[in-house]
């Protein structure tokens, strides 16, 4: 297994760069990094065990690393710069550390030979199809920094996009979890205070008393099985939505729901157009660009449609005419594809969809803001609020109790 080297050389311009390097022995790294054409000043093996780099937070990327990433190679690239050097720059300029080490990687791979393609596609969980793919055609067409800019445009209408549902669901969430705290708290240290004070007064106690006492003292009681309860519950729907029966149903389901169903589905419209107009107009084949989007659209429903699309493409049929027989896809979204396949701009036609749900998401986002903001009031004051009439209930009926 090849070692590790820390490195510090000089490049063309008197500058210092430092870097870690895997081969053999040190002479190999000398010769690579004078292939390279730098100056090398100071050579080491790198040290394990006690020194060695902790990485805390996890080995995710993220994607606004790799945007960044992707549109600082572009513009190396474009300046003329080779790969390796552009690779080993932003292997040593990057903050993330998992990314420094992927691209560490990478370029070890295309020292050794290899594409730059073929380099990414060895790391799937930082470089999806979508943007091994789009790089592949960038090499074959030689248009690799405007390819690595248009990922990079994506990668950002990604990142704005999640965060327009994360501002849409923060709230719902928030306020969820204070009425369970609230009911939680209540059930526990309130209702047991009513019910000392009911059994001192003696009577029959209002069915909806009845129930609140009774879940209370289950919860009291066996605390430790509604936890265990609600853990499998959360874990057993994840391993249920992983299925692929229940990925469609839950998916299905999501799209169909009130108020936020109409969000979900602009925002898989919206991947879904933006995604195959940046395949298709950095030269990637129609069959694997739908295949691509198919996995890249996070909706099994649109993906299943997208599949029937592509076989039905492979048979000689426009995109446009199968995109009819799914209800997923709007009258307006298959009309404009149609026009963009007539037109011979496809690519320019997908763009427009994507813009356009990228602006019903936004309006779309604002207006719930608005609307949930009333609703969930609402239902705190219903479980609240039912609760406390389910306490005072008897006190109604206090004087015939106390007889």
């Not at 000398?30 to 060695?52: F, V």
């Not at 550390?97 to 073929?118: A, M």
């Not at 248009?150 to 709230?171: C, D, F, G, H, P």
């Not at 694997?288 to 996070?298: A, F, P």
């Amino acid at each position: 297994m090849p070692d590790t080297f820390v490195y510090k050389v000089r490049d063309s311009q008197g500058q210092l760069i430092e870097g870690e390097l895997a081969a053999d022995n040190a002479t190999v790294v000398t010769a690579k990094l004078r292939e390279m054409g730098y100056i090398p000043i100071e050579i080491s093996k790198k040290q394990e065990g006690l020194k060695r780099e902790i990485t805390i937070g996890g080995n995710k990327v993220k994607l606004k690393d790799l945007a960044v990433f992707s549109r600082q190679f572009a513009t190396m690239i474009n300046s003329g710069l080779s790969l390796l050097r552009s690779l080993n720059i932003l292997a040593e300029q990057t903050e993330s550390k998992p990314l420094r080490e992927t691209i560490r990687q990478v370029r070890d791979e295309i020292e050794g030979g290899g594409s730059l393609s073929s380099a990414l596609a060895k790391h799937p969980k930082v470089f999806n199809d979508l943007y091994v793919s789009m790089v592949r055609s960038g090499e074959t067409g030689g248009n690799l920094d405007l390819v690595l800019l248009r990922l990079a445009e994506a990668i950002e209408k990604q990142v704005a996009l999640r965060s327009e549902i994360k501002s849409a669901m923060t709230y719902p969430v928030v306020v969820f979890v204070m009425v369970v705290l609230i009911v939680t708290a209540m059930l526990i240290f309130i209702v047991p205070m009513f019910e000392n004070l009911y059994k001192e007064l003696g009577g029959t106690l209002p069915a909806p008393t009845r129930i609140l006492i009774g879940v209370s003292n289950l919860i009291k009681s066996l605390w430790w099985l509604v936890i265990l309860l609600g853990v499998g519950a959360f874990f057993g729907l994840r391993a249920w939505k992983k299925t692929e029966s229940g990925r469609m149903i839950f998916d299905s389901f999501k799209i169909k729901v009130p108020v936020f169903g109409p969000l979900f589905h602009k925002v898989a419209l919206s991947r879904f157009s933006r995604t195959l107009s940046d395949l298709i107009r950095s030269g990637v084949p129609i069959l694997e660009s739908l295949d691509i989007v198919s996995g890249t659209v996070n909706n099994a429903v649109v993906s299943k449609a997208i599949l029937a699309v592509q076989e039905s493409v492979k048979s000689g049929e426009s995109i446009a005419r199968p995109l009819l027989e799914h209800s997923v896809f709007p009258p307006m979204v298959v009309q404009m594809i149609a026009v963009g396949e007539e037109t011979g701009a496809l690519d320019t036609m997908l763009t427009k969809i994507a813009d356009f749900y990228d602006q019903e998401i936004e309006a779309t986002v604002q207006a719930l803001t608005s609307l949930i903001e009333p609703i969930l009031i609402a239902v705190m004051g219903a479980a609240v609020g039912g609760m406390v009439i389910a306490l005072y209930m008897p006190m109604f009926n206090i004087v015939n109790l106390i007889k």
